[in-house]
C-alpha cells in the first residue's frame, strides 16, 4: 500500500496546531492553565489568601496560629485561585499586624518573637487581605523539681521542658526566690549546688530557656544540708504542744514555713473543732500561736497551700450534725480580723458534693484536683477542680473506681497517682492516673497488695514509695510504682504493720515513717526507708503512741507531728533521744502531743 500525501489535509492540520497553541497561550495567560500564576499575570487577584505556620511544634488551624515563646517560627502566606492551582505567595504578599502585635515578621515570613501575647496578623495581596489570630505561649515551666542534700551540697533534678536549650536555676536563703535571686544556668535538667553550709536552709526555683526566652518559674523547693551524709544534725531543741488535741485534723506548710494546724477532733470531749493555731519554728522556743478560726468545724477535710499563699480548706464533716460539708474556705496568713492575724472566709463557691476523707492535690497550673471521699449517698466517684482566681469548683472527669481513704500524688510530669483506698465494702488494689491536660482518668497497674490508710510518697528518682495500709489486717507491705512502666513492684518491708502513719521525704532523700496503728494498738515506733537499699530500719521511738496525727516537714530539716497521744494519764514529759524533741500539754487522757524530727 502507499501513503498518498494530501495537500489539504496537511495544511488544516497545521491550522489547528497554529490555533491550539494559541488558545492554550490565551488560557494560561488568564490564570487557568497551571503554573506560576503571579510570574505569568502578575494583575491577577487571588480568591483567597491563606496564612500558615511551618516551624515549630505549633498549633494551625483556619482561625489561629499558638507557638511557644523560643520557637523558631515562619508564615506563609498561599493564594488560591478559581479553577487554577494554588500559590506560595510569602515574598508578595504585604505583612501587618495590630498595635498589640508580639514581633516582627519579614519579607519571607520569619517571625522574631518579642514577647508572649496574642496578635492579629494580616497578609495583603492586591485587593485580598487575611487575617488571623497569632498567640505566643510561655515556655512551660518546669515540673518535678527536687532537692536532695548531702553533706555541703544540694542535687536539683527536674523533668526536662520540650524545645528548652538551657535552664536557670535561682536560689536564696530565705523563702521567696524571684528572678532577682541568685541565678546559675545548666544545659541539662539537673544541677549540683556546692560549697554549700552545714546547718542551713537552701531555697530554689528553675527556669527554662530557648533562644533567648524565658518560661515563668517553677514552683519553689528547698532543702536544709546537714551537718554529714545521711545523718541530721545531733541536736535537740524544745517545742511547745497544741493548744488543744485534735486528732484527723490537717498541718499545711505555709509559704513562710509556719504551719497552719485547723480542725479535727477532739476525742477527749468528743469535740469538732472550727480553731485552729500556727506553728513558728523560727522562734527561740518553737511554739503555737491562735489565728482565726474557720467557719465551720469539720474534720477528714484538706488544706491545700495556693500559689498565692493562701490556704484552700475543702470538705470534711462534723459527725455530731452528720454533716458532709460541699463547702470550702480560704485562710489568709496576712489578713487581720477582730486583732487576730490569719482569717477564714468562705469561697464563693462550693463543691458539688459534699465529701470527707478524699484528696485535694495541687496541680501544676494552680488549680487542685479534689478526688474521691465519702458522703451522704455512699463512696463518691466524682473528682472536681477548684479555681483561685473565681474561687469556684469545677467538674472534670470521674474516677474508673469510687473510693476513699485513698492517696493521691502529684508525679514529676504533673498527672496524679491515685492508689488504693476503700470502695463500700472492702480495700481496693486498683491504681488510676490523672491528666490534666485531658481531664480524664486511666487506669494503671495494679496494687499487689489492696490496702486503705497507707502512704504514698515521692522519691527523688520519680517513683512512689508505698507503705502499710489496711486491708483485712494492717499490712507491712511495701510497693514501688515506676511511672515509665505504670506498675507497681515490691520493696523492703516495714519493720511494723501499720496504717493511719504519717511518711515524710527528709531532704537527704530518706522517708520518716511515724506512728500509726497495727491494726489493735497505736503506734509509737518510727522508721526510716533508705531508696539506695530499698530497706526500712527502725528508728527512734515517741515518747507515746500517735494516731491520726499529722507530720510536717520544716525548712530547718526537721519534721513536725502533731496530734492526740492515745490511752496515757498522767504526764508524758520525758525527754525524747535524739533526734526527736517533745514538750508535754495538758494531763489529758489524749494529749496534744508534737514532737520534732531533727
Known amino acids: 500500500m502507499f501513503l498518498v500525501n494530501n495537500p489539504l489535509t496537511s495544511s488544516a492540520n497545521k491550522i489547528a496546531s497554529i490555533l491550539s497553541i494559541f488558545i492554550t497561550i490565551l488560557i494560561s495567560g488568564c490564570g487557568g492553565g497551571g503554573g506560576d500564576a503571579g510570574s505569568k499575570t502578575g494583575a491577577l487577584t487571588p480568591d483567597s489568601i491563606i496564612i500558615s505556620n511551618t516551624t515549630g511544634t ?49 519579607s519571607k515570613g520569619v517571625v522574631t518573637i518579642k514577647s508572649v501575647g496574642v496578635s492579629t496578623v494580616q497578609a495583603s495581596l492586591d485587593s485580598k487581605t487575611s487575617s488571623i489570630q497569632f498567640t505566643v505561649n510561655p515556655l512551660a515551666s518546669p515540673l518535678g523539681v527536687q532537692a536532695v542534700s548531702d553533706a555541703s551540697s544540694v542535687t536539683l533534678s527536674w523533668v526536662a521542658v520540650a524545645d528548652a536549650t538551657a535552664y536557670n536555676i535561682y536560689f536564696a536563703g530565705n523563702s521567696g526566690v524571684s528572678i532577682n535571686s541568685t541565678k546559675v544556668s545548666s544545659n541539662s535538667p539537673a544541677y549540683v549546688h556546692t560549697g554549700l553550709a552545714p546547718g542551713t536552709t537552701y531555697y530554689y526555683r528553675v527556669s527554662a530557656i530557648d533562644v533567648g526566652a524565658e518560661s515563668p518559674l517553677s514552683a519553689e523547693t528547698f532543702s536544709f ?3 554529714n551524709k545521711g545523718s541530721p544534725a545531733a541536736t535537740l531543741a524544745a517545742t511547745g504542744n497544741m493548744s488543744t488535741p485534735r486528732s484527723k485534723h490537717t498541718a499545711t506548710a505555709l509559704a513562710d514555713g509556719k504551719v497552719l494546724v485547723a480542725g479535727g477532733l477532739n476525742a477527749n470531749v468528743n469535740t469538732f473543732l472550727a480553731s485552729a493555731e500556727v506553728y513558728d519554728y523560727t522562734l527561740a522556743t518553737p511554739g503555737f500561736s491562735t489565728t482565726g478560726s ?64 478524699h484528696t485535694a492535690t495541687l496541680l501544676p497550673n494552680g488549680k487542685v484536683l479534689i478526688i474521691g471521699g465519702n458522703g451522704k449517698l455512699g463512696v463518691v466517684k466524682s473528682a472536681e ?55 480524664k482518668f486511666s487506669a494503671v497497674g495494679d496494687l499487689l497488695a489492696a490496702s486503705y490508710a497507707h502512704t504514698a510518697t515521692l522519691l527523688p528518682d520519680r517513683t512512689v514509695l508505698i507503705a502499710g495500709g489496711f486491708s483485712t489486717s494492717a499490712l507491712k507491705r511495701a510497693e ?59 528508728s527512734v521511738s515517741l515518747s507515746a503512741t500517735m494516731l491520726n496525727h499529722t507530720a510536717t516537714l520544716l525548712p530547718n530539716g526537721k519534721v513536725m507531728l502533731a496530734g492526740e497521744t492515745v490511752g496515757v494519764v498522767g504526764t508524758i514529759c520525758t525527754p525524747l533521744p535524739w533526734p526527736f524533741t517533745q514538750v508535754c500539754g495538758p494531763l489529758l487522757g489524749a494529749v496534744p502531743l508534737t514532737n520534732l524530727f531533727q
Open 58 to 106: 505549633s498549633q494551625t488551624n483556619t482561625q489561629a496560629i499558638t507557638v511557644t515563646n523560643g520557637q523558631p517560627t515562619t508564615f506563609t502566606a498561599t493564594a488560591t485561585y478559581i479553577g487554577g492551582p494554588n500559590q506560595d505567595v510569602t515574598g508578595r504578599v504585604t505583612w501587618t499586624y495590630d498595635k498589640n502585635f508580639i514581633g516582627n515578621i519579614d
Open 225 to 227: 544540708v546537714y551537718n
Open 294 to 357: 474557720m467557719t465551720v468545724a469539720r474534720y477528714s477535710h484538706t488544706a491545700t497551700l495556693l500559689p498565692n499563699g493562701k490556704v484552700l480548706v475543702a470538705g470534711g464533716g462534723n459527725a455530731a450534725t452528720t454533716d458532709y460539708y460541699s463547702s470550702a474556705e480560704i485562710y489568709d496568713p496576712a489578713l487581720v480580723a477582730g486583732g487576730v492575724t490569719g482569717t477564714f472566709t468562705a469561697t464563693t463557691g462550693s463543691m458539688a458534693v459534699g465529701r470527707i476523707n
Open 385 to 439: 477542680l477548684y479555681d483561685p482566681a473565681t474561687q469556684s469548683f469545677g467538674p472534670t472527669g470521674d474516677l474508673i473506681t469510687a473510693r476513699y481513704l485513698h492517696t493521691a500524688t502529684l508525679l514529676a510530669d504533673g498527672t496524679v497517682l491515685v492508689t488504693g483506698g476503700r470502695d463500700a465494702a472492702n480495700a481496693l488494689s486498683s491504681a488510676e492516673l490523672y491528666d490534666p491536660g485531658t481531664g
Open 480 to 538: 514501688l510504682y515506676d511511672p515509665a512502666s505504670k506498675k507497681f513492684t515490691t520493696t523492703g518491708s516495714l519493720n511494723v504493720s501499720r496504717n493511719y502513719h504519717t511518711a515524710n521525704l527528709l531532704p537527704n532523700g530518706t522517708v520518716l515513717v511515724s506512728g500509726g496503728s497495727d491494726g489493735t494498738n497505736a503506734l509509737s515506733s518510727t522508721e526510716i526507708f533508705t531508696p539506695s537499699n530499698f530497706s526500712f530500719s527502725p
